[in-house]
């Protein structure tokens, strides 16, 4: 099965800064990369997501870049803001078609502290 | 927020006791999906369900038992089967044809003692 491997496991930067994290995939076959914030005590919440056919997303000052040859994707939040503050998971998945049924494959998550 | 309920938000059971956490979701969504959340180790799967009555182990479904009766509700017992059931639960849903798109429930932290 699907393997998703995600570093650093915690993170420290000072607001104004930029913050990279980094996930690793094992499936060739996924094709869905999405990356969610959690919240203390809160619920994980989409904050953007990439597919095999794109390189590079933005949304904003977020942004991620996939690299399917390397079987690597990365999250870059530019211009950190406290609130920003949370635990971010990457994922995979092979989509909705076959047997995949649209399951996700977690990484372990990276704790994000922007300090002011 | 709306959509997606997960009751009661903390739960304190006796070892032995088997227990169930409620899923609900108005969303008309057809997949629902439960996951366990520990430090350390990201998001797990535990079971999922594709439509009513029809659900799939997830890669930690031993001690876990689910049902679909409705297309709104999934709910999970953990049983005490479960040798280490203290976790962070976290209920999620999501609809075809982007199946991969998830959205939480606000999760239930079960302790057993």
């Known amino acids: 099965g699907e393997n998703v491997e995600q570093h650093p496991s915690t993170l420290s930067v000072q607001e104004g800064d930029s913050a990279v994290i980094k996930c690793t995939y094992s499936?060739?076959?996924?094709?869905?990369f999405p990356w969610y914030k959690q919240e203390l005590g809160k619920r994980p919440q989409l904050i953007i997501d990439i597919r095999s056919n794109v390189g590079e997303k933005k949304d904003q000052r977020i942004a991620v870049t996939l690299n399917k040859t390397a079987k690597h994707f990365s999250l870059h939040i530019t211009e950190t803001q406290p609130e920003d503050s949370a635990v971010y998971f990457c994922a995979a998945s092979r989509g909705a078609g076959g047997t995949s049924y649209g399951k996700l494959t977690f990484g372990q998550g990276t704790i994000l502290t922007v300090h002011p | 927020d709306g959509g997606i309920t997960q009751s009661p938000k903390y739960l304190f059971r006796k070892e032995g006791q088997n227990v169930t956490l409620s899923c609900e979701q108005n969303l008309n969504h057809d997949a629902m999906y439960w996951y366990r959340q520990d430090p350390g180790q990201g998001l797990r799967l535990i079971y999922y369900?594709?439509?009513?009555?029809?659900?799939q182990k997830g890669d930690i479904a031993e001690g876990y038992s689910v049902s679909r009766e409705k297309k709104e509700s999934f709910p999970l017992t953990v049983t005490s089967a479960q040798k280490n059931p203290t976790a962070f639960y976290l209920c999620a849903s999501s609809s075809a044809p982007r199946q991969y798109e998830q959205y939480f429930g606000p999760g239930t932290r079960l302790t057993v003692t």
């Open positions: 369900s594709q439509i009513v009555n029809d659900f």
């Open positions: 499936d060739s076959a996924s094709n869905y």
